[in-house]
């Protein structure tokens, strides 16, 4: 499971340069240091080290986003899920340990947690509704929402 952002405090600072690399990245995560320099006009081997720093400190990640449908995983869903307050943060490590977990984000409103699924099938959505999260202790209720039609996904946000 991937690490949690840190709290907004402990976040650090990005400056101009941060910001224009991670752009660049956000573009095309396999686009060369030496390229993204010399459109940034600064040394690749700055770009190599704040790339470096970004990654390490989790700011970003260079990952190969995939098409779950692509992947004969034809049902994803959105899963809401209203839980005992007292033991959110076991049960959000717990939700988040699940396999078939793509996102989850603990919310204010009306779910405590909101997580996607990515599964196979109908039967698969099943089985982890009602053999995996039913077995959770903590979890009160749950309401599925079946993703119809993908309409939208962007990875290119906050460099402005």
Not at 14 to 42: C, H
Not at 48 to 61: N, P, S, W
Not at 66 to 77: E, I, K, N, S, V
Not at 103 to 115: P, S
């Amino acid at each position: 499971m991937r690490s949690l952002p840190q709290s907004r405090s402990r976040r650090p600072r990005l400056d101009d340069l941060d910001k224009s690399i991670i752009k660049f990245l956000q573009l095309d995560g396999r686009r060369p240091y030496a390229q993204i320099g010399r459109e940034l006009k600064v040394p690749e081997a700055t770009v190599r080290q704040r790339a470096e720093r970004l990654i390490g400190r989790g700011v970003v990640q260079i990952v190969g986003v995939t098409d779950p449908l692509a992947m004969g995983f034809q049902q994803p869903a959105f899963i809401g899920l209203r839980v005992d307050p007292s033991q959110l943060d076991r049960i959000a490590e717990e939700v988040g340990g699940l396999e078939e977990v793509t996102y989850l984000v603990i919310t204010a409103g009306r779910f405590d947690m909101i997580c996607e699924v990515v599964c196979e099938d109908n039967e698969h959505l099943l089985k982890v509704l009602a053999e995996k999260l039913a077995r959770i202790e903590g979890i009160r209720s749950t309401e599925t929402m079946v993703e119809l039609r993908f309409v939208k996904e962007s990875y290119r946000w906050g460099t402005r």
